[in-house]
């Protein structure tokens, strides 16, 4: 009853538990909060540990390897999931603060390293490491490189990688990679040993975004070459307050058809701040309330909703797809509603691309939860767009901020200044 506490595979999710199989590298890939930290501080364990205290284990030379000193220091060996707060007393390893070393009863030994320092890694050999937050490594190439040469130990030395997902080279490479194994889980997960306020905040903030379905989720959301936006781009565009807007609509790129087999309906809200010259204008993006396979007086119902909730000037719908029949259904439901049907006579990358430029210039902000429409904007490319399906939210967009504000600017004049002859 006593050793219960300590016997992790009791006690463990299964994100927790390293894969069957001769694999070299696990890496465990999860949200804030999922439990990474725990897990690779227990595989530790499970490495130098044998039956009883003194007995010897699979490891005896360990690499911790974290981004900085201090983090490895006060995250793998002290945090509140680290090495020494999971070990039973018996089995506990000594902290050498002189050497950053850690040295089990039985004689296995872990020592600390940085990744801002790779070539402190070319002397040392281990038969286990520990990588911890791998994606945010300053040098995580030439570190992880070196690494390598250095995991040469014994029978089948392996590593254990604890990450949240970005999207880097190193960890995109380590994946695909066929003695890689990996396991994942969100923030969500490990919710038993998280306070309620904090998933409350970060609920609140992040989830839907992007970047929360990178740091809540755990997911890997990649950036195709050449895309049009980036996701470092849409992150730096993200606003918390909304001032008064001049102006907002609401556009909608109706599907070609009907039902749950069909194309979404994009439909965005947009709103702009239009005082003074062109170069001070902002558009805010407002919300994504696309639909997934409505009747045409569904997504139509759906779009006249999302005017009344952000009390819109105008709805801009293109009608390629149905022409006058667009418009007749709009005003079906609601025969008052300020409508404006355009036209698409250029393919949708050329399009998209005035628009992306406004971003590259800082002039869009995203407000809310906006995680779809940006997935599908970091997939479309000046070559066209790189993912599954059509890319209806971003269309959506594109009608909103052109007619927002692409259209304006270009009718848009400086005052002119007189002078005077004295």
């Known amino acids: 009853m006593r050793a219960l506490p300590y016997v992790f595979d009791f006690w463990a999710m299964e994100h927790q538990l390293p894969p069957v199989g001769n694999w070299r590298s696990w890496v465990i890939l999860g949200g804030r909060g999922a439990g990474k930290t725990r897990a690779g501080a227990e595989w530790v364990r499970t490495m130098v540990e044998g039956s009883r205290p003194r007995d010897p284990g699979r490891a005896s030379r360990i690499g911790l390897i974290g981004e900085t000193m201090e983090q490895a220091r006060e995250v793998m060996v002290f945090g509140e999931s680290g090495i020494l707060a999971c070990s039973p007393p018996d089995r506990r390893p000594d902290w050498l603060a002189s050497r950053q070393m850690l040295v089990w009863p039985n004689g296995a030994e872990a020592r600390l390293y940085s ?23 300053p040098k995580a190439k030439s570190t992880w490189e070196t690494l390598q040469f250095a995991l040469r130990l014994g029978k089948y030395p392996q590593a254990c990688i604890t990450t949240t997902p970005k ?7 380590l994946l695909a990679r066929d003695s890689t194994v990996m396991t994942h889980a969100p923030t969500e997960a490990n919710r038993a040993n998280l306070a309620d306020s904090f998933l409350e905040e970060v609920q609140a903030q992040f989830a839907g975004s992007r970047q929360g379905r990178q740091e809540l989720e755990g997911v890997m959301l990649p950036d195709i070459e050449g895309a049009l936006w980036t996701t470092a781009g849409l992150e730096a565009s993200r606003a918390r307050t909304v001032p008064e807007l001049d102006r907002i609509v609401v556009a909608v790129d109706p599907p070609a058809g009907a039902g749950a087999s069909s194309d979404a309906c994009g439909i965005v809200v947009a709103g702009i701040v239009a005082q003074g010259p062109v170069q001070d204008w902002r558009v805010y993006v407002l919300e994504d309330a696309s639909v997934q396979g409505a009747s045409p007086n569904g997504w139509a119902a759906a779009a006249i909703a999302a005017m009344d909730r952000h009390g819109a000037d105008r709805m801009v719908a293109e009608v390629n797809q149905g022409g006058a029949m667009v418009e007749t259904i709009v005003r079906s439901i609601n025969p008052t509603v300020s409508y404006r049907g355009v036209h698409a006579t250029r393919g949708k990358s050329a399009r998209a691309e005035p628009v992306a430029a406004l971003y590259e210039q800082g002039r869009v902000r995203h407000v809310g939860n906006l995680g779809a429409l940006e997935d599908e904007m970091c997939q479309m490319t000046a070559q066209g767009f790189d993912g599954q399906g059509s890319p209806d939210r971003v269309d959506a967009l594109v009608w909103a901020l052109t007619d927002l504000f692409i259209e304006p600017a270009k009718s848009w004049r400086a005052p002119r200044v007189r002078t005077l002859d004295v």
């Open 115 to 137: 990744a801002f320092d790779p070539e402190r890694l070319r002397g040392p050999q281990f038969d286990a490491v520990w990588a911890d937050e791998l994606a945010k490594w």
């Open 167 to 173: 999207n880097v080279e190193i960890l995109k490479a």
